[in-house]
């Protein structure tokens, strides 16, 4: 490349810092399974309870469970309790927004 000293800082500069980097990869990894994508639009439309996902989806409730705790660990969903019932919902409203513009992208 030819950049001098001062495009080269100045582009440096507008990059991410090292932690939002990790923050941004984490983010994304979440979207990167087909199973915790489905989830995810799921909840967008509604906030469901594993059985529920589990029987749209179509695949069994340790899978859905298990996606789940990974979304919930990257703060991408929370959950009520009533009772017995946990229901799963979208902690973060952007996140449509994240997918709509991904859409539209592709």
Same mark, same amino acid.
């Given at each position: 490349?030819?950049? &001098?000293?001062?495009?080269?800082?100045?582009?440096?500069?507008?990059?991410?810092?090292?932690?939002?980097?990790?923050?941004?990869?984490?983010?994304?990894?979440?979207?990167?399974?087909?199973?915790?994508?489905?989830?995810?639009?799921?909840?967008?439309?509604?906030?469901?309870?594993?059985?529920?996902?589990?029987?749209?989806? &179509?695949? &069994?409730?340790?899978?859905?469970?298990?996606?789940?705790?990974?979304?919930?660990?990257?703060?991408?969903?929370?959950?009520?309790?009533?009772?017995?019932?946990?229901?799963?919902?979208?902690?973060?409203?952007?996140?449509?927004?994240?997918?709509?513009?991904?859409?539209?992208?592709?």
């Amino acid at each position: 490349m030819n950049l &001098n000293f001062k495009e080269e800082y100045s582009i440096k500069n507008l990059m991410p810092s090292k932690a939002d980097m990790k923050n941004l990869t984490t983010f994304f990894y979440a979207f990167s399974d087909d199973t915790r994508l489905r989830i995810i639009i799921l909840l967008i439309i509604k906030p469901l309870c594993v059985g529920d996902i589990s029987f749209i989806l &179509n695949c &069994n409730q340790t899978t859905v469970s298990h996606q789940l705790k990974i979304l919930k660990s990257l703060n991408i969903v929370a959950c009520d309790r009533n009772g017995k019932s946990i229901t799963y919902y979208i902690k973060n409203p952007s996140i449509q927004s994240v997918l709509n513009a991904t859409v539209d992208c592709i």
